[in-house]
């Protein structure tokens, strides 16, 4: 029998399909299963459609950064007003402000380029499992729903297949990883439509790119009293994505300082190219002596 249609895809789909409300003005949803904020994935992707729903189809998305200013309210919508900046034949430049009423909750930064053809290089992609391999991340979090709530809880519209311990199982064996690789793709029929298609590997760039700041010291959420907030987040866009496909999301921490850390790393598609550059600053403090 044919798999029931994952609803936390659809509904992923349905949040960003923006209300176009006046000119370069967008309304964006929530879905059903928030957290208590506005989950930052949603956000930036939110921010990428608006800011792309205003420019030449001609042109791929260069850069997107973020920086978070204010938590969202997931009951409330979210007004994106997007500035154009500069609107050349090879060049696109836009800010999106998303707002809920007169509060400021992020500021996108967001160009787009069409450059042509040039030098070529890229860093090596890590040697690890085929996806169809791996087991789905529900599996891995059997046994642990009581440790990990908000991930058991929170929606699922992508397929993730860790080829690593995820934290909590690392923690759980009492192991320490400097890494993080996470296969991941739609679980859902996507349109064909290339914003679409990226906009959902922005999303998935906030699910896992601190977790190396934790796993290098031994630690997990939820094992441990950890509260961390993204800052602010940036992609470089490579190469277009195909996310009805396997891409491989690789990262690690290079610094961790002033209770901040810093996650970074890379998508790469199946060949081993790589498709895009992710960094993320966190505020991230930890409190050894306090029990779960």
Request: proline share 7%; charged share 20%; aromatic share 10%.
């Amino acid at each position: 029998m044919p798999a029931e249609p994952n609803t936390d895809f659809q509904e992923l789909l349905a949040v960003l399909d923006l209300e176009a409300t006046e000119p370069d003005v967008f309304t964006g949803s929530h879905p059903s299963k928030t957290p208590l904020r506005t989950f930052g994935g949603q956000l930036m992707a939110q921010s990428f459609v608006a800011a792309s729903r205003t420019v030449s189809e001609h042109l791929p998305p260069g850069a997107l950064s973020v920086h978070f200013i204010n938590g969202g309210d997931p009951g409330r919508d979210i007004e994106f007003r997007v500035h154009r900046l500069r609107d050349e034949r090879r060049f696109a430049n836009r800010r999106v402000d998303a707002l809920q009423g007169d509060t400021l909750i992020a500021t996108a930064m967001v160009s787009y380029l069409s450059g042509g053809r040039g030098l070529e290089h890229g860093a090596e992609a890590p040697a690890v499992a085929d996806p169809e391999t791996l087991p789905r991340v529900r599996k891995l979090l059997e046994g642990y729903e009581e440790v990990v709530p908000g991930f058991v809880n929170a929606p699922h519209p992508i397929d993730w297949r860790y080829a690593n311990d995820p934290a909590w199982v690392m923690r759980d064996k009492g192991g320490q990883l400097a890494h993080n690789r996470v296969w991941m793709k739609a679980d859902g029929v996507l349109p064909e439509d290339p914003v679409l298609h990226t906009a959902l590997m922005v999303y998935s760039s906030d699910t896992t790119v601190l977790d190396s700041i934790i796993t290098t010291h031994g630690l997990s959420w939820g094992f441990d009293r950890i509260f961390a907030a993204s800052a602010n987040h940036t992609l470089w866009f490579h190469r277009p994505v195909r996310f009805d496909d396997w891409v491989l999301y690789a990262t690690s921490s290079p610094v961790a300082a002033d209770s901040r850390g810093l996650g970074a790393g890379h998508f790469f598609d199946r060949s081993g190219q790589v498709i895009a550059t992710v960094t993320q600053e966190g505020v991230l403090m930890y409190f050894p002596n306090a029990k779960r």
